[in-house]
């Protein structure tokens, strides 16, 4: 995001709401504000560092096949300009001596527990899925929610789609849940799925929806589980999602509550628990989607038992089951293994199989493939 | 905040989504994760940082009267434990040989367009003023609405109090406008605007009311202004708010649309984007508030010289000027300034003087006060 302020104003841009370490240097002497990310016409990018007393920054991205050194000036702000990209949104960050850092200069972050790092935008020659279009946009609300659970007050983001405000048509309901170490926040900001929405209603390509995002970490303030099996912290997903999440939906949103109406995806660790709570609950979802996730054999023999016995009366309930993986991926024997074990169990299927790896661009590639299937 | 995750969980967090710095790394040799920040029950906090190959590890916060100095561990942790802290919501971050980076292990960040920086909550024997509580909550919905000005789509965060969406009431509308570098969410995440009037109208000291979150910023893709003059860039607010933002809000949300039911305030930058918006526009708003802000003598004659000429009319129509700032605030001179030449110009207004300087402790603070005062 490209922002110039005059001269006037650079002066106090460092020292307002927090002073920090920049508050110690007179400020006669602070450096000017560096634009980076620069994207250029010919899809290559300039990204920009200060730092004068590294040794080392190099450049880290999911557009790189491995990072990259930048160059030092003579005022200590290290730059490299790589490309060109091929268009689409990207995650990257610095690697500061050894120290993985986000972009300074750059607002739009990762929302994550963990790591920090920025995003970048390569446009192509046509508007993305993902661009901000001259098209109705839907709003976007965060809402608090009682966990029994976690016995907390956790947030939820929904997506109204356009008219909703105004109107008094009721939607379908769409439950899209986050991967490990994501937020409520990232199929937001990474993933932009009321952007992409918003472009496919506009080009009749998807139902209007409601989507709702949950932080799916489930695991805050609990006592660790005795054992390592994933399946536990499922089974608390699930408790939470049909227990408090849909109810709150559903009494505070017009949403058509029944199961035909009703999706469940989710990326990584978000698509484990959206397979799980999807099977679990066949009577209240039509459509389940897995990006880039799996359940074991172990896990959904012992807990489905039923939905394989009776194949013909799962394929009956299931509308959509999709599955979807990049071959680069970490999991993607997992994954295929699970798309395996479908087959065994002659249970009705759709599966994408894509180049690339466990990334946020398969994410929201699957996203947008599937945002066209839902309610169909 | 706290995560626990089984430790069957641990080797695939550091390779989801990103890969990034980590990716070169065999998982078997991955760290486990940092907690950081841990406040204790002494309100005393402990801040952890991995660098193994950093020199100098500084912790900088507003609680600190400067930097303090980290140690490291045999693993290459560098970890301080800091105080007892005087409870409040502080921004901090790590210095590393230097260079200022937000903390890796905390999701709590500083929305910003220039700096990345971390929030630590100390809280005390009674819940904070911003602190959750088993209150009926509000809602935050970001919408869309289209810049003439700049010529693009930008965003707005809305405040809706509790009971809004079952509810066919109308609300007074608070136009709260961000400071210089932040971002339309600062007052969300760093001011916690939804939390404090949850907790304020559930105590009845606050009137339920819709708060409108503009993006201030208004230089993003326009030239750069010829002269340094900062009203320009208030005239072009001005013209936003009132033809744009304005509008949208009246139509899309269940104000009520008359002067007495609109205030305008902001923290720094946005104050006085405030204070201008509001002289221009008294048929428009009858509550101001200037949260560590001003304008000049000069600005404030050039522009409202019929506000000054009749000061008995305009102290009739306003029903407020609230002017707050904290005594070591580097802006404390010109908004005392101010404060005089309201007196001057015989224009009523009420003052709060604090401890403290430019930062978000204080404009939390007297967003706190002013909330208790608007529209009474």
Redesign the interface.
């Known amino acids: ?9 650079r002066c ?11 508050s110690a240097q007179p400020s006669g002497s602070r450096p000017p ?1 560096i634009d980076s990310p620069v994207v250029h016409p010919d899809r290559t990018a300039t990204f920009k560092f200060r ?4 040794q080392k920054v190099e450049l ?1 991205g ?1 557009f790189l096949r491995s ?1 990259q050194p930048l160059q030092k000036d003579e005022s200590g702000v290290w730059s490299i300009t790589v490309g060109p990209i091929e268009p689409n949104l990207y ?3 610095f ?8 972009d ?2 750059n ?1 739009d ?9 920025s995003l970048v935008d390569i446009p192509g020659e046509q508007p993305s899925m993902y661009a ?1 279009r ?1 098209v109705p ?1 839907g ?6 929610y009682h966990s029994k659970p976690l016995n907390r ?1 956790r947030p939820l983001i929904v997506y109204t789609p356009p008219g909703y ?2 109107g008094t048509d009721k939607y379908p309901a769409f439950y899209l849940v986050s ?5 409520e926040e ?1 199929w937001v900001k ?1 993933g932009r799925v009321n952007f992409i929405l918003d472009n496919l209603i506009a080009a009749k390509r998807a139902v209007p929806m409601i989507v709702v995002m949950p932080y799916g ?1 489930m ?7 005795d054992t ?3 399946a536990g ?1 499922y089974q608390v997903f699930n408790e939470e999602l049909l227990g408090n999440i849909l109810p709150y939906v559903e009494a ?1 949103y017009r949403v058509i509550a029944d199961r035909e109406h009703r999706a469940i995806a989710g ?3 978000g698509g484990g628990q959206s397979l799980f709570t999807g099977f679990n609950n066949l009577d209240q979802f039509a459509y389940i989607g897995s990006y880039s996730a799996y359940l074991t054999a172990a896990v959904f023999d012992k807990h489905f038992p039923r939905v394989s016995a009776d194949p013909a009366a799962t394929n009956r309930q299931l509308k959509l089951l999709w599955l979807g993986v990049g071959k680069s991926d ?1 999991l993607y024997p997992q994954a295929i293994a699970f798309m395996d074990l479908m087959k065994e169990r002659k249970l009705e299927h759709r599966t994408l199989i894509t180049e690339g ?4 661009m398969n994410a929201r590639h699957y996203l947008y493939e599937t945002l066209q299937l839902y309610f169909k």
Chains 1, 2 share one sequence.
Not at 51 to 54: D, E, K, M, S
Not at 109 to 114: A, G, L, S, T, Y
Not at 219 to 225: E, H, S
């Open positions: 995001m490209k922002i110039s302020l005059p001269s006037a104003l106090i841009v460092c020292s307002l709401g927090l002073t920090l370490t920049l504000p730092a004068p007393n590294a880290s999911q990072s995650p990257y960050n690697v500061v001596d050894g120290l993985g850092v986000a300074p200069a607002q972050i990762f929302p994550n527990e963990r790591f920090k790092a901000v001259d946009h709003e976007l609300t965060t809402c608090y007050t405000r105004a991967g490990t170490t994501d937020t990232t990474v970490n695991m805050m303030g609990m006592p660790r589980p390592p099996e994933v912290m505070n990326f990584s660790r970490f790896g466990h990334t946020w």
